[in-house]
């Protein structure tokens, strides 16, 4: 089949790529010339495990190409697949400008009958703007020719984008159309061998499909922080009530760890849009509401810990922070509304120095933060730590969780740790002599035998 992708963000490109390896023949084009002129030279954007090598593969055998050519791009596919990105604008609201400029283009330079596929995350009724978008330019051009335009939402995990691609739990498509269901259908064939994974539905329910499982699992996130809360003023360890209640199946154990709350690329955009939809309609979503502003708040109780440890945010002139991990969560560069963005801030804004150091994110780092004197970007984990007066965790690599305690606490100038992300146990901390805060368990102290109070509201 022949297939264009507009948009080779991660998940036109993702898209792109694993099509590509099953044989389809695909197109990828973008705006952005200098980023087709590095893919062409096999230089990836992001980093995605398991990405690089495919689009290397695909590429080699012909299966995968790039072009800015709007032209050559809408000729190739019979699918056109648009995966363009839908930034927030100020109110809140997706913003559809890119997409609709690829109806544009799609209407202004098909010349044969089109299957258009909208990928990125759109609010409902987008497939319906799209069609009148692409009919609007054909008739301007006198044309009558046919198109159909079907919903297909990504739910690409960044770092697992490519499996979850590749071994999809469901492939919503949004049609009514029975031709455009028997293309979908071959489209994803590969990829719906052993079960079918296929569910078609109408448009509109495809489309607030994407929106309800993100909020879904944001709601579980925002949920089990405000238990972690309730946890800490109770004395009781929310990594228990975290098993506890994971063992019944109907609530399960995913999506239900306390940390600094979700960040990223979706999650974040896409509760904000869904509430700037509700809005629109005059329905009152309160929960989606609390979930937005438990998150926040997650965030600014975190940094309460820290000021609260050390007297007031006024104590925190002068001191140094060891940050490890600045992604929005591990295995991925992506720093869009990382947490700890929020946190190494909200240091540097009472007067802290941030010695940083993240696994893969410090290109990002220095495009957002660069030239900061009071950013340290250290080489590896223990160099972060030189001098520090505190360790400050906020992303869950690997790497970070199972550290030499010894070299830390030889390398800093006070055996403390915040942990937003619940990595280590707390009384073999104690043990050790550490101060140990994390999220939703006692506070813990080395340094006597009792367990500091945490009584902190927001
Ligand atoms: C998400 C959805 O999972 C995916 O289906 C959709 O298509 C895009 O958005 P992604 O943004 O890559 O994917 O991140 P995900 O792995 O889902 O994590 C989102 C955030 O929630 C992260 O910041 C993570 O740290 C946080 N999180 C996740 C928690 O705080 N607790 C949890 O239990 C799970």
């Given at each position: 089949?022949?297939?264009?992708?507009?948009?080779t963000g991660y998940?036109g490109l993702?898209?792109g790529a694993?099509?590509?390896?099953?044989?389809?023949?695909?197109?990828c084009?973008d705006?952005d010339r200098d980023k087709i002129e590095s893919l062409e030279r096999g230089e990836l954007p992001i980093y995605e495990?398991?990405l690089a090598a495919i689009v290397q593969r695909t590429s080699a055998?012909?299966?995968l190409q790039f072009?800015c050519?709007?032209?050559?791009?809408?000729?190739?596919?019979?699918?056109?697949?648009?995966?363009?990105?839908?930034?927030?604008?100020?109110?809140?609201?997706?913003?559809?400008?890119?997409?609709?400029?690829?109806?544009?283009?799609?209407?202004?330079?098909?010349?044969?009958?089109?299957?258009?596929?909208?990928?990125?995350?759109?609010?409902?009724?987008?497939?319906?703007?799209?069609?009148?978008?692409?009919?609007?330019?054909?008739?301007?051009?006198?044309?009558?020719?046919?198109?159909?335009?079907?919903?297909?939402?990504?739910?690409?995990?960044?770092?697992?984008?490519?499996?979850?691609?590749?071994?999809?739990?469901?492939?919503?498509?949004?049609?009514?159309?029975?031709?455009?269901?028997?293309?979908?259908?071959?489209?994803?064939?590969?990829?719906?061998?052993?079960?079918?994974?296929?569910?078609?539905?109408?448009?509109?329910?495809?489309?607030?499909?994407?929106?309800?499982?993100?909020?879904?699992?944001?709601?579980?996130?925002?949920?089990?922080?405000?238990?972690?809360?309730?946890?800490?003023?109770?004395?009781?360890?929310?990594?228990?009530?975290?098993?506890?209640?994971?063992?019944?199946?109907?609530?399960?154990?995913?999506?239900?760890?306390?940390?600094?709350?979700?960040?990223?690329?979706?999650?974040?955009?896409?509760?904000?849009?869904?509430?700037?939809?509700?809005?629109?309609?005059?329905?009152?979503?309160?929960?989606?509401?609390?979930?937005?502003?438990?998150?926040?708040?997650?965030?600014?109780?975190?940094?309460?810990?820290?000021?609260?440890?050390?007297?007031?945010?006024?104590?925190?002139?002068?001191?140094?922070?060891?940050?490890?991990?600045?992604?929005?969560?591990?295995?991925?560069d992506?720093?869009?509304?990382?947490?700890?963005?929020?946190?190494?801030?909200?240091?540097?804004?009472?007067?802290?120095?941030?010695?940083?150091?993240?696994?893969v994110?410090?290109a990002?780092?220095?495009?957002?933060?660069?030239?900061?004197?009071?950013?340290?970007?250290?080489?590896?984990?223990?160099?972060?730590?030189?001098?520090?007066?505190?360790?400050?965790?906020?992303?869950?690599?690997?790497?970070?969780?199972?550290?030499?305690?010894?070299?830390?606490?030889?390398?800093?100038?006070?055996?403390?740790?915040?942990?937003?992300?619940?990595?280590?146990?707390?009384?073999?901390?104690?043990?050790?002599?550490?101060?140990?805060?994390?999220?939703?368990?006692?506070?813990?102290?080395?340094?006597?035998?009792?367990?500091?109070?945490?009584?902190?509201?927001?």
């Open positions: 089949m022949h297939i264009t992708i507009f948009g998940v993702v898209t694993c099509l590509a390896d099953v044989g389809h023949d695909v197109m084009m705006v495990p398991g055998l012909g299966n072009t050519d709007p032209f050559r791009a809408v000729a190739h596919g019979a699918v056109q697949i648009i995966a363009v990105g839908t930034p927030p604008d100020e109110t809140g609201a997706a913003d559809l400008q890119h997409v609709l400029s690829v109806a544009e283009s799609v209407g202004r330079h098909m010349a044969a009958p089109k299957v258009v596929v909208v990928k990125s995350t759109v609010p409902v009724g987008t497939c319906d703007q799209v069609a009148q978008r692409i009919r609007a330019v054909l008739d301007r051009h006198g044309s009558d020719l046919d198109f159909d335009v079907a919903s297909n939402p990504e739910f690409l995990k960044e770092g697992a984008a490519v499996t979850d691609f590749q071994r999809p739990d469901r492939i919503v498509v949004g049609t009514i159309s029975p031709r455009v269901r028997s293309v979908m259908s071959e489209i994803y064939e590969p990829f719906n061998r052993n079960h079918d994974r296929l569910l078609f539905m109408d448009v509109r329910s495809a489309e607030l499909t994407k929106y309800a499982a993100n909020a879904m699992l944001a709601t579980r996130i925002s949920f089990i922080n405000e238990v972690a809360d309730l946890a800490e003023h109770l004395g009781a360890d929310i990594e228990q009530v975290r098993k506890g209640i994971g063992s019944d199946p109907r609530i399960g154990y995913d999506f239900i760890y306390a940390g600094l709350g979700y960040g990223g690329s979706c999650f974040p955009k896409d509760i904000r849009a869904l509430l700037h939809t509700a809005g629109q309609l005059g329905c009152k979503a309160s929960l989606i509401e609390a979930v937005e502003d438990i998150n926040q708040r997650q965030k600014s109780r975190f940094v309460a810990k820290i000021t609260s440890h050390y007297g007031g945010a006024h104590k925190l002139r002068g001191k140094t922070f060891a940050v490890w991990g600045l992604s929005f969560k591990p295995n991925t992506d720093i869009r509304e990382a947490p700890a963005r929020a946190i190494i801030e909200a240091l540097w804004n009472a007067g802290a120095t941030v010695r940083l150091f993240d696994p994110a410090h990002a780092a220095i495009r957002l933060y660069g030239g900061r004197s009071d950013l340290v970007i250290a080489p590896d984990k223990y160099a972060a730590l030189d001098g520090a007066d505190a360790l400050v965790l906020c992303t869950e690599w690997r790497e970070f969780r199972a550290p030499d305690f010894r070299e830390m606490g030889s390398r800093m100038s006070s055996r403390t740790i915040f942990d937003g992300r619940n990595l280590y146990v707390p009384e073999r901390l104690r043990g050790e002599g550490w101060t140990y805060y994390s999220i939703g368990r006692p506070a813990v102290s080395g340094a006597s035998d009792w367990s500091l109070p945490i009584a902190m509201s927001a």
